[in-house]
């Protein structure tokens, strides 16, 4: 199984960017997908999980209404896409695969993204 994150980089306050995870090695279309975050001397925190089909999706409170998770089945790729960013939101950005347990914890991800990093400059 692989994980393969991208789109991050540098932008500034106010400023969007979509990243991708291109998932290979399993039937992607199955799996419950999750997006998290690691800013540096942090811990690993939630930022969003959608199901399976597209149909539910979850946000962190740090996330409702600026960012958006969405997935295409067909290419087996989960996006996150990221408004009004914020300083605050600098971190790397981590897909992970969903197997169980719950959404908000890394426990539940046995496999994982290399991580994309987002810098939001002031």
């Known amino acids: 199984v692989q994980l393969q994150a991208s789109g991050g980089g540098l932008v500034q306050t106010g400023g969007s960017l979509r990243l991708s995870c291109v998932v290979s090695?399993?039937?992607?279309?199955?799996?419950?997908m999750a997006w998290f975050r690691q800013a540096p001397g942090k811990e690993r925190d939630f930022v969003s999980a959608?199901?399976?089909?597209?149909?539910?999706?979850y946000y962190a409170d740090s996330a409702k209404g600026r960012f958006t998770i969405s997935r295409d089945n067909t290419k087996n790729i989960l996006y996150l896409q990221m408004n009004s960013l914020k300083p605050g939101d600098t971190a790397v950005y981590y897909c992970?695969?969903?197997?169980?347990?719950?959404?908000?914890?890394?426990?539940?991800?046995?496999?994982w993204g290399q991580g994309t990093l987002v810098t939001v400059s002031s």
């Open positions: 090695g399993i039937h992607f279309k199955h799996y419950d």
């Open positions: 992970a695969l969903f197997e169980g347990g719950g959404y908000y914890h890394t426990a539940s991800y046995p496999f």
């Open positions: 959608i199901t399976w089909n597209g149909r539910t999706t």
